[in-house]
């Protein structure tokens, strides 16, 4: 326990996790970056397939031939899918350090946790509990009617210890124990 609460100082001291945090937050920065270039390599390809389809059909009216309809044709082999390789595995990469950094921020939540409970453990060991006010210390009774007075004082005492004096005999011997295994 000692450990962990020297280890939980060190990391409130060099703030741990508003570090980690703020890493998490670049981090998801980084990915909606990404998912914006993602989104632009797919306009500009788009835009730049439409206006070689566009310019393809204007040398065909040009050349009187019938226009081609594009949007039925899929092509084999795309290079904003290749353009767009690098940054997915970029995404990638950043999706995989957020949920590290998670998992790294719960673990320095947990530990300060961890400590603080013992803490508050160990208050409760090592302290009995103080009464701040009268009215807390006293707690509702409820008792049964007896007859008999309460004595107090040497008298009362000196009537008890004549009692335990019977109880218990000096006289006798106490039981003696088996012995079992080798004693020294």
Same mark, same amino acid.
């Given at each position: 326990?000692?450990?962990?609460? &020297?280890?939980?100082?060190?990391?409130?001291?060099?703030?741990?996790?508003?570090?980690?945090?703020?890493?998490?937050?670049?981090?998801?920065?980084?990915?909606?970056?990404?998912?914006?270039?993602?989104?632009?390599?797919?306009?500009?390809?788009?835009?730049?397939?439409?206006?070689?389809?566009?310019?393809?059909?204007?040398?065909?009216?040009?050349?009187?031939? /019938?226009?081609?309809?594009?949007?039925?044709?899929?092509?084999?082999?795309?290079?904003?899918?290749?353009?767009?390789?690098?940054?997915?595995?970029?995404?990638?990469?950043?999706?995989?350090?957020?949920?590290?950094?998670? &998992?790294?921020?719960?673990?320095?939540?947990?530990?300060?946790?961890?400590?603080?409970?013992?803490?508050?453990?160990?208050?409760? +060991?090592?302290?009995?509990?103080?009464?701040?006010?009268?009215?807390?210390? +006293?707690?509702?009774?409820?008792?049964? *009617?007896?007859?008999?007075?309460?004595?107090?004082?040497?008298?009362?005492? /000196?009537?008890?210890?004549?009692?335990?004096?019977?109880?218990?005999?000096?006289?006798?011997? *106490?039981?003696?124990?088996?012995?079992?295994?080798?004693?020294?």
């Amino acid at each position: 326990m000692r450990g962990k609460a &020297a280890l939980n100082r060190v990391s409130e001291f060099i703030g741990l996790k508003d570090k980690l945090v703020g890493i998490r937050n670049k981090v998801k920065e980084g990915i909606a970056d990404t998912n914006r270039t993602i989104a632009k390599i797919d306009s500009f390809g788009k835009g730049m397939r439409e206006a070689g389809q566009k310019v393809a059909n204007t040398f065909r009216t040009f050349a009187d031939k /019938e226009e081609v309809d594009y949007s039925d044709k899929e092509k084999q082999f795309s290079k904003t899918e290749v353009a767009k390789k690098p940054w997915q595995w970029q995404k990638k990469v950043y999706e995989s350090m957020v949920l590290h950094l998670d &998992a790294a921020i719960d673990k320095v939540e947990d530990l300060s946790r961890d400590v603080e409970l013992d803490r508050m453990e160990k208050k409760q +060991i090592d302290k009995p509990e103080q009464v701040t006010d009268i009215r807390d210390a +006293i707690a509702p009774v409820s008792s049964v *009617a007896e007859p008999t007075e309460y004595q107090f004082g040497a008298e009362t005492f /000196e009537a008890a210890y004549s009692k335990m004096d019977s109880v218990i005999k000096p006289d006798e011997k *106490a039981p003696s124990v088996p012995k079992t295994g080798k004693v020294r």
